[in-house]
């Protein structure tokens, strides 16, 4: 029984940090229906923004939440710059193209982060600096968490709220809502369109530079093909939360996390990178709208 | 039997005379190369049939497969099953050696459209960007599948592939798949599969059975592309799950980008081409020490789609360009 | 007629990148700056210069570089320079094959350094073995590398006996009595360990309660190690790479598993302790060579790297020269500098002295020598004890 209370808080820990990478997902998506395939590798630029700025800035030489902080805020502000960039360039100028002409270019910015984060980062893994020491670990009897994936989780919670404050509670949310609901329609009531995707998308990139900070404070160890598999887990558990919206990509994540741990544990920790696509696909032919989503009927 | 009015017999005697004309090139193209420059013609026959295949499922009939590596993988290790661990290939009469060759390529093919078959169906529910991440989720099922099966090697690849694959078969195998797609399109299926790509709902509206062609789309071309993978393994020697991993997929992808979207004369022009081009890269990578070629693809995907998202020819094939139109008929 | 003018540019292009591409073999050169064909040895090396595996394929060509640097100050074999032409491979099993082609068709070399992965050795042999051509690999430790054919070569250990090392050392030295096993399963190397640790170590009468397994690229590793916990081994053999085996060491300190860590050379980089930190102290791994040996030619060996190159060679630069030590030796004795004497020398290598150990070529092409264990210690790297084969 304790063993498999330890795979739960396992399965949640690991769960946190797809939830931070399914939040961006699911906004972008909500906004664009589109898959942005380049959202996990923003998260390793983040990792690398930590990585660089506690090597060369000096945070690394005194590790707390100040350094943390820092690193987060660093990491986040370029994450978001990135996300604009990628936006503005590769995926506004096909907004009236045939949708899959964007998915080729979607694939095609997240290869070009891969295969230049190699180059410039090169291939080999990186430590990551350690910013934040966490102490040791929290106990419940002989169960324990590390404190950085209780941080995570907590993290992740905090931003699922604040993102719903944001979403439904603020002038630019509602802007967002609408221009989720129809492009057009939302620019014939005076919204800047453009404007509120852009704003989308640095939000949305702004938390996966989050993740990756965090991400490399709980595994010190990163390099430029870290997005992949997390960027694909943690879109699944968007997709299973249901996506385009933001607790279900909380709860997706969690219960992703979780099912992983519990098949490595039980099953065959062989065929663990095969489970996720396979919650998918049995996700997608029996509840396609996903756990909290909602039907959208395609229309003509 | 008037010849020109049976389109039937006349596409047989074409396929007959193009495959003897590829093995009759075949006794003389490895006298005029090196190994070296032979070995890079042979990998661009089967890029080309890879490509050629991808081309009807996400060309043709639109569905964007980001998993054909997957396919490619299952045909090759099929086929390579057979002639490497269930067959005892060292007795078999070389007289006999073309026919258990060509029923093992045929065996991959199969057991690729079985699997094309089964990522096909989920294919009736979903659309676009699911439909892409369900493909190359699928690619990552295959590898992690054949990780695991020793009796294929598992991690460690299967050595001691009988070398089979010749110049002749390579381009037969790439000459067979652009007929068969030529003909689809000429049937009076070809229309449907366009109609897919252009607008399910109003294809469906229409009375096109929208499922049967995307899951046929699937089908056809992932019997091409197990068989590519089976000429593949068997020119090389050897399989490894990690040949057959995403950017093998990718590099698919961008050949068919290149030729354009639903271009079957594109796809093999782009598949020769991007072959050929990684070659010449070589020594940009040499001298640098630095992997580019990817950067390379991956930018010139963009740039394409920002540009050029048509590719090089769009949809036009060869038979619509000045001295080839006269071998338009030949479609109808 | 736009579409004209880009068809025909495509095919106007792709016919030229087939006349080009024969020409296209000015490859990057190390060593003899001597031009004149008729006073130099060519030899060819395949690596992993770029891509996931790029720091194994650098450290073996620095090695290469090295080794070769030195036979030709020391005046080249029979009054001829040596002079390597390096092809990278991406990592990728089809690219070691088209490079070792091009290798032997164009630039004919008489003889090949590589691969260091197995997977990519076994692409390359066959090739090698058809057209007559010696192939040394420095470390690819799959048995069934040099079954492919007489011309094929090895100058390290082979996963039988890295298996059945570190089973004795853990029977023998640590008293281990139940061991857990964690194997990365994308990885023939990191399996085969795994596989030949299980067999020894239950013949020397211990028991492996639990086997599990992750793939290279995972960073979470505790579902594992919970359960590895549960069954109270008193070791465990990760036989992965550094990359994964330093977050593994971390997590397991994290979940309260107290016992050392046992491994294969796939630990041996700086990297490893840097990810793992303290987590490992305690851990012992096989490996090659010791930099701690302090016999002179290892010594010297080590002076050589740090002046050309700066840092402590790892294993793989160890095993890299001693692969080139070990061609030069064979041509040296070779009755001419054709391929089937060279053959015939590497065959008869017997006692050749090189850094990782005494090498003798075996009667399946394979070196026999021994292996030294390695314990992880305030940060580095201490030499605990040699296991040579039985």
Request: no cysteine; net charge negative; aromatic share 10%.
């Given at each position: 029984m304790t063993e498999f209370l330890q795979h739960i808080i396992n399965g949640l820990g690991l769960g946190a940090i797809y939830a931070l990478i399914a939040l961006g997902y699911t906004m972008v998506f909500g906004i664009l229906q589109l898959i942005n395939f380049a959202h996990g590798d923003v998260y390793m630029l983040g990792a690398f923004i930590g990585y660089y700025a506690g090597r060369y800035l000096g945070l690394a030489n005194v590790p707390g939440l100040g350094s943390l902080g820092a690193a987060l805020a660093l990491a986040m502000l370029g994450a978001a710059v990135a996300g604009y960039l990628i936006e503005r360039f590769a995926y506004r100028p096909l907004r009236k193209s045939p949708r899959i002409n964007v998915l080729i270019t979607a694939v095609g910015v997240s290869l070009l982060l891969e295969f230049g984060g190699q180059i410039i980062f090169g291939a080999d893994p990186k430590f990551f600096p350690t910013l934040y020491v966490p102490g040791e670990p929290f106990m419940i009897g002989t169960l324990q968490m590390n404190r950085l994936q209780l941080l995570v989780l907590a993290i992740s919670l905090v931003l699922m709220t604040g993102l719903r404050t944001i979403i439904f509670k603020t002038k630019t949310g509602r802007a967002m809502r609408a221009v989720s609901f129809n492009h057009d329609n939302a620019a014939l009531m005076g919204i800047p369109v453009d404007r509120i995707i852009s704003v989308t998308f640095m939000l949305g990139s702004a938390l996966a530079g989050a993740a990756g900070i965090l991400v490399g404070l709980t595994y010190p160890k990163i390099d430029p093909l870290m997005g992949v598999m997390f960027g694909l887990k943690a879109f699944v558990a968007a997709v299973v939360g249901g996506i385009g919206n933001v607790t279900g990509a909380v709860i997706g994540a969690l219960l992703m996390g979780v099912a992983e741990s519990l098949v490595i544990a039980y099953w065959a920790s062989t065929y663990r990178d095969a489970l996720a696509f396979g919650i998918l696909i049995l996700i997608l032919l029996f509840k396609p709208a996903g756990l909290l989503g909602t039907h959208r009927q395609e229309k003509v | 039997m008037n010849w020109k009015n049976n389109s039937t017999l006349r596409a047989g005697v074409v396929m007959i005379l193009g495959i003897l004309f590829f093995f009759g090139l075949g006794a003389i193209i490895p006298t005029l190369f090196n190994a070296y420059v032979f070995t890079i013609v042979m990998y661009a026959g089967i890029n080309v049939t890879a490509a050629v295949s991808l081309n009807l499922v996400?060309?043709?009939?639109g569905q964007f497969s980001m998993g054909h590596a997957g396919f490619m993988s299952v045909g090759a290790y099929a086929a390579a099953f057979l002639t490497t661990v269930i067959l005892p290939t060292a007795e078999i009469p070389p007289a006999l050696v073309p026919l258990v060759f060509a029923g093992s390529l045929f065996f991959g093919g199969i057991v690729a459209a079985i699997l094309g078959l089964v990522v096909g169906l989920p294919s009736l529910r979903l659309r676009g960007d699911y439909l892409a991440i369900v493909t190359l989720g699928f690619g990552e099922i295959i590898r992690v599948v054949i990780l695991n099966v020793e009796t294929i090697g598992g991690a460690r690849g299967l050595p001691g592939i009988p070398q089979w694959t010749s110049f002749g078969w390579v381009y037969s195998v790439a000459f067979l798949a652009v007929l068969t797609v030529r003909r689809l399109l000429a049937s009076s299926h070809g229309r449907a599969f366009l109609a897919v790509r252009e607008d399910e709902i109003a294809a469906e509206a229409m009375g096109v059975n929208t499922t049967r062609y995307k899951v046929l789309a699937f089908i056809i071309g992932a019997f091409f592309a197990g068989v590519s993978g089976g000429l593949f393994g068997h020119f090389l020697t050897y399989l490894n799950p990690a040949t057959f991993d995403f950017n093998r997929s990718f590099e698919i992808i961008i050949m068919i980008v290149l030729g354009g979207l639903g271009s079957t004369t594109g796809a093999v022009a782009a598949a020769l081409f991007l072959t050929f081009l990684r070659e010449a890269l070589r020594p940009l990578q040499e001298i640098t020490q630095l992997d580019f070629r990817m950067i390379i693809y991956s930018g010139l995907l963009i740039v394409l789609m920002l540009t050029r998202p048509n590719g090089f020819l769009g949809t036009k094939e060869l038979t619509d360009f000045g001295f080839f139109r006269r071998f338009k008929g030949l479609r109808q | 007629m736009k579409f004209h003018s880009s068809f025909f540019t495509s095919v106007l292009l792709a016919a030229g990148t087939l006349v080009l591409a024969p020409g296209c073999n000015k490859s990057t050169q190390t060593g003899s700056t001597a031009t004149d064909p008729a006073n130099e040895i060519v030899i060819g090396e395949v690596g992993s210069l770029t891509g996931n595996e790029a720091t194994f394929g650098t450290s073996t060509r620095d090695g290469i570089r090295l080794a070769i640097e030195q036979i030709n100050q020391s005046g080249g074999i029979q009054n001829k320079k040596l002079r390597v032409v390096t092809m990278d491979n991406q990592g990728k099993p089809e690219e070691a094959a088209t490079a070792v082609t091009k290798l032997i068709t164009q630039d004919r070399v008489i003889a090949i350094l590589g691969e260091v992965a197995s997977s990519r050795s076994l692409a390359m042999a066959p090739i090698a073995q058809t057209n007559k051509v010696p192939m040394v690999t420095p470390s690819s430790t799959n048995p069934k590398v040099t079954q492919v054919g007489d011309y094929i070569f090895r100058v390290c250990f082979i996963d039988p006996f890295q298996g059945s090392v570190m089973a004795k050392f853990a029977h023998g030295t640590l008293k281990v009595k139940k061991a857990a096993i964690l194997r990365d399963v994308k990885n023939d190397y990191s399996v085969g360990l795994a596989n030949f640790f299980t067999e020894t170590f239950k013949k020397l009468g211990g028991e492996v309660v639990v086997d599990q397994s992750y793939s290279a690229g995972d960073v979470d590793f505790k579902s594992q190690l919970t359960s590895i916990k549960t069954k109270e081994p008193e070791a465990i053999f990760v036989p992965g790479y550094y990359t994964e085996v330093g977050l593994i060491a971390r997590q397991a300190r994290e979940l309260g598993i107290k016992a050392p860590l046992l491994g294969g050379?796939?630990?041996?980089?700086?990297?490893l302790t840097e990810i793992g930190g303290k987590a490992l102290e305690g851990s012992y791994f096989s490996n090659h060579y010791s930099p701690d040996d302090t016999s002179e030619h290892v010594q010297k060996f080590i002076a050589a790297y740090k002046a050309k190159f700066g840092g402590v060679p790892d294993g793989l630069a160890a095993m890299g020269y001693d692969a080139a030590m070990v061609l030069a030796d064979a041509m040296k004795r070779a009755k001419t500098l054709e391929k089937d004497d060279i053959r015939e020398a590497l065959a008869n290598t017997k006692d050749f002295q090189g850094v990782t150990g005494r090498i003798t070529i075996d009667h399946d092409r394979n070196a026999v020598k021994p292996a030294v264990v390695l314990e992880v210690k305030s940060g580095g790297f201490a030499y605990k004890e040699t296991i040579n084969p039985s």
């Open positions: - | 996400t060309g043709i009939t | 050379d796939g630990w041996d980089s700086a990297k």
